[in-house]
Nanobody, 125 residues
Framework: QVRLVESGGDSVQAGGSLRLSCEVS????????MAWFRQSPRSARKAIAL???????RYDGTVRGRFTISRVTATNTLILDMNNLKPEDTATYYC???????????????????WGQGTQVTVSS
């Protein structure tokens, strides 16, 4: 059984930094796409950072240059390092995994069968 557990969400001041972690268990596919999504009360859930099994990454324009996605192979943990946080980054952050390399519309949440429960990030001005 695949299980994803996020942690690291917190309340911070604008300009601050946070590291989110997503521990993935029960998943051992050689080819995969992992992603961080976020959802705020006024907007739909949206992918902001992707990580492919070949090490490639991609970012939404709203976080590019400020956020970094990575994976710790030894612990199968997906990481999201967030710097220069802004109030508009306030959201619930979710990690998601697809057991294949998504090449067409990889930002679509319907393509990810496995999800974590979410972790809250609040950025105050």
């Amino acid at each position: 059984q695949v299980r994803l557990v996020e942690s690291g969400g917190d309340s911070v001041q604008a300009g601050g930094s946070l590291r989110l972690s997503c521990e993935v268990s029960g998943f051992s596919a050689r080819d995969y796409t992992m992603a961080w999504f976020r959802q705020s009360p006024r907007s739909a859930r949206k992918a902001i950072a992707l990580f492919w099994s070949d090490g490639d990454t991609r970012y939404d324009g709203t976080v590019r240059g400020r956020f970094t996605i990575s994976r710790v192979t030894a612990t199968n943990t997906l990481i999201l390092d967030m710097n220069n946080l802004k109030p508009e980054d306030t959201a619930t952050y979710y990690c998601a995994v697809a057991p294949r390399i998504l090449e067409v519309f990889p930002f679509e949440e319907e393509k990810y069968p496995y999800w974590g429960q979410g972790t809250q990030v609040t950025v105050s001005s």
